[in-house]
């Protein structure tokens, strides 16, 4: 069974400009979290979804924003970058919402902002 | 105040010995779920064991197994038997149920442990 894929794994871009990413979760799970691990910073939630919808998300700016598809892949848009935005950003799934049930994270994407 | 307190920045560990990594969390809620995960340097994070609030018996998956104190509200990873595969980041982290609405994972610091021959 395939785990959690990302693409892409590196995303080069400069300040000001907006990134897409892209997380496709295991084969029969419903929820998509996506986290930032920054340096220095650790692992920050950013946001959840779960059938379609936004369920939760972190103390991050409007600009960071997504989506999730009839399919339940997810895209996480960053608009207007900025230099503190390079990171690691990693998509977890999970089956259920219950407290048991584990977040399976993927490769990541790292992002890099010049 | 910081949910999950990973105090040991790094670890090293001779291969084949065992190793604990302490965790300590804060949570008013009754029923919350403790994880730990494993980050190599290829940034991917392993799930490695689960400890529910309500389980009374400490979790067990292989090598790993984690020290349940309820009380203390410390949940610890040992790892038995070091490989240096084990070379990594070790993170701890909590998930509430607050609400229903919650669902994320809280995480620690984390640990990073060197297994050296």
């Known amino acids: 069974e395939a785990g959690v894929t990302q693409s892409p794994t590196h995303l080069i871009k400069t300040r000001g400009q907006q990134a897409t990413l892209r997380c496709s979760p295991i084969s029969g799970h419903t929820s998509v979290y996506w986290y930032q691990q920054a340096l220095g910073l650790g692992l920050q939630f950013l946001l959840w979804y779960d059938e379609g919808e936004e369920r939760n998300r972190g103390n991050f700016p409007p600009r960071f924003s997504g989506r999730q598809f009839p399919n339940y892949s997810s895209e996480l848009n960053v608009n207007a970058l900025e230099l503190e935005d390079s990171a690691l950003y990693l998509c977890a799934s999970s089956s259920g919402t219950v407290t048991q049930e584990t977040q399976y994270f993927g490769p990541g994407t790292r992002l890099l902002v010049l | 105040a910081q949910k999950i307190t990973q105090t040991q920045p790094g670890m090293f560990v001779q291969e084949k010995e065992a190793v604990t990594l302490d965790c300590t969390y804060d949570?008013?809620?009754?029923?919350?779920?403790l994880f730990w995960y494993k980050q190599p340097s290829s940034g991917e994070m392993i799930f490695l064991i689960y400890?529910?609030?309500?389980?009374?018996q400490n979790a067990t998956e292989g090598r790993y197994s984690l020290n349940f104190q309820k009380a203390r509200k410390s949940a610890n990873l040992v790892i038995s038997a070091s490989q240096l595969g084990d070379s990594a980041m070790y993170f701890c982290?909590?998930?509430?149920?607050?609400?229903?609405?919650?669902?994320?994972?809280?995480f620690g610091t984390g640990t990073r442990l060197q297994v050296t021959l």
């Open positions: 400890q529910g609030s309500y389980d009374e």
């Open positions: 982290a909590m998930r509430e149920v607050n609400t229903g609405t919650a669902s994320k994972l809280t």
């Open positions: 949570t008013s809620d009754q029923s919350y779920g």
